[in-house]
């Protein structure tokens, strides 16, 4: 998965979260950490861009962390959506949101803008 930092870093679609807001259906595909130890793959990536990014929240969208196992019950709670850890440093690599995780929705639940750091133009 590219970063914004111009790196990469190998993840594996892991399965596909659908949910519906007012009617309407949208999905969000999850991704596992594949450069980790076995013992280290706990959790997937949700990394997301929505209508919020750039003015309400970092520019560079949030990311949801899901602890495994998931199965058909499994939630997805928006309150806690986090900026990534570039958000605060530019140092840090950050995956961009694939776009097939880019809502054409505003997500007003998790953390807001810090600052005013945020890449707008991605």
């Not at 930092?5 to 007012?22: A, H, L, M, Q, T």
């Not at 997937?44 to 196992?69: A, C, Q, S």
């Not at 639940?109 to 890449?119: L, V």
Request: charged fraction near 25%.
């Amino acid at each position: 998965m590219p970063t914004y930092n111009e790196k990469s870093i190998p993840f594996r679609e892991y399965g596909v979260f659908e949910f519906r807001v007012d009617g309407v259906g949208y999905s969000l595909t999850a991704y596992q950490r594949m450069d980790l130890p076995e013992e280290e793959r706990q959790w997937v990536l949700v990394p997301f861009k929505d209508k919020t990014n750039g003015h309400e929240t970092y520019g560079g969208g949030r990311y949801l962390e899901i602890m495994l196992p998931i199965d058909a019950r499994t939630e997805i709670d928006f309150n806690r959506a986090a900026n990534p850890w570039c958000a605060y440093d530019p140092r840090y690599t950050c995956p961009v949101p694939p776009l097939e995780n880019w809502l054409s929705l505003p997500i007003e639940a998790g953390e807001k803008m810090f600052g005013s750091a945020h890449p707008d133009s991605t």
